[in-house]
């Protein structure tokens, strides 16, 4: 979908989106502060101008994919049943507008037309034990990293919350980068050391089937290292350097691919403290487990911008996939219907126990094969109420013939998802340009654009990316 490149932003242009950014989100508010479970208790849909009731009521989920996300099936063209109130088309088009671009510049062909469940970009090799969506991002991720590497003359790439280590296997084994693997989690650390073996084996096999084909980059398995990284104050090993280096002091590339919550906080300000750092490239995600205050907002600019907060609900909204709700709109399958029974169980664990709001509902299998009422009944017994509780059928059918509407409800507050996670990048951006002008950084830094580096999307997951700057800051949709 169309919509705003930093790239061709300048600094004013940047401070004119955020404040933007805050006014559009302070007048949508209500529907982004809605939990959708309380669609029914808290009659969400007649907080709703009844002109947009009017307009929306009794479309179904291909119409509502096609009208109000703008995302029409292949070959289908956007007509609307009736005409719409402006203020509904203006909300699609300023949400639209506002928002980061979610769609490449240019297009490539896909690497999982022949395959699936396989990159045709990938030897087999790296495909091992990692599925086709990773195996996406670690490819594109990683030849993003190798491109920065050699642009800003980096000596070694640090991976922070690595994980198991397919995107430090790649950059290092494939790439042939000196990579650091860093990684809270001790069990995490020593299956990515096992994978590390396993890998090397197989490309030593690899090469003794085909000894025409020469080895051309240097051949190193990641360091790994076990490390929890405060996001609240500098790690002493992320910035180590594995070897001594000739050139003088070791020019660190940091990289986090879906760096959780405060830990994409925590690269950012490795980079602007910290003379090793020359460059980074962060895909963040989980936002909605930023810490408040420290993890939003980071730029003295958003935080002076009235309505600037971004609460749990609003940054946990902002996590969705809008493009993937879309295309599950468009098959319109019976697992839309989700929403619209755990809203409707929503009403009946309030009449047992008022207090209990919003428990958590452990996943109920098969919740398309279920009638309203068994659906209730399992839900009622997950958050501890008795699952024999009468029940009124009638009410239950009545909250199920408005399955549209709660669907259709959500589809609003995820037209807007976009906006929230614009505005946290691009709080981002405006911190380290902050940082810059402020001389707090202690040597040279690019805030520019890498030029053609931008990933594309991933055909087989939906997710796109935003270059927002080079370094390099990327959201999980972006």
Request: hydrophobic share 40%; with cysteine.
């Amino acid at each position: 979908m169309p919509g705003i490149s930093a790239r061709g932003l300048s600094h004013e242009g940047r401070r004119q989106l955020a404040v933007n950014l805050t006014r559009v989100l302070a007048l949508y508010r209500s529907i982004l502060d809605a939990y959708i479970i309380e669609f029914f208790t808290d009659n969400l849909w007649d907080t709703l101008p009844c002109s947009w009731q009017e307009a929306l009521d009794g479309l179904n989920p291909p119409q509502l994919a096609t009208m109000l996300l703008g995302m029409p099936g292949e070959g289908e063209v956007i007509r609307y049943r009736s005409v719409w109130p402006l203020t509904l088309l203006a909300l699609k088009s300023t949400a639209c507008a506002l928002a980061f671009t979610r769609t490449p510049g240019f297009q490539t062909p896909s690497e999982f037309l022949e395959n699936p469940s396989q990159s045709s970009r990938l030897t087999a090799p790296f495909r091992k034990h990692v599925r086709p969506k990773k195996q996406h991002e670690i490819r594109r991720l990683g030849e993003l990293v190798k491109k920065l590497s050699d642009f800003t003359g980096c000596t070694q790439v640090v991976d922070v919350g690595s994980g198991q280590g397919h995107l430090s296997r790649f950059m290092a084994l494939g790439l042939g980068l000196m990579v650091k693997s860093i990684e809270g989690d001790q069990r995490l650390v020593e299956r990515a050391q096992r994978l590390d073996q396993e890998l090397l084996q197989a490309l030593e096999k690899e090469e003794k089937r085909n000894p025409q084909v020469v080895q051309t980059n240097p051949r190193h398995s990641p360091h790994h290292v076990v490390r929890w990284v405060d996001p609240t104050a500098l790690c002493e090993e992320l910035l180590l350097p594995l070897e001594n280096t000739c050139q003088g002091r070791a020019r660190l590339l940091l990289t986090g691919l879906h760096a959780c919550g405060d830990l994409s906080v925590a690269l950012l300000r490795h980079f602007s403290c910290c003379p090793e750092v020359v460059a980074l490239a962060s895909v963040g995600c989980c936002y909605m487990k930023l810490s408040d205050p420290g993890g939003y907002p980071l730029s003295q600019w958003v935080a002076g911008l009235p309505g600037y907060e971004l609460p749990y609900r609003l940054r946990e909204g902002a996590c969705h996939a809008l493009e993937e709700y879309a295309e599950r709109l468009q098959k319109a399958g019976p697992g839309l219907r989700t929403h619209c029974y755990r809203a409707a169980l929503e009403t009946v664990i309030r009449r047992a126990r008022p207090e209990l709001r919003r428990p958590g509902v452990q996943g109920i299998p098969r919740v398309h094969e279920l009638k309203i009422e068994e659906y209730v009944q399992r839900g009622l017994q997950r958050v501890g109420l008795d699952p024999q509780l009468p029940l009124n059928l009638a009410a239950l059918q009545a909250h199920q013939a408005q399955e549209n509407r709660v669907v259709a409800f959500f589809s609003l507050a995820l037209l807007l998802a976009p906006l929230v996670e614009t505005l946290i990048l691009l709080d981002r951006l405006l911190y380290l340009q902050e940082q810059g002008e402020g001389g707090l950084q202690q040597g040279p830094k690019d805030y520019g654009d890498l030029g053609s580096g931008t990933p594309s999307p991933s055909p087989s997951s939906n997710v796109s990316w935003a270059q927002l700057i080079t370094v390099v800051i990327l959201g999980p949709h972006l």
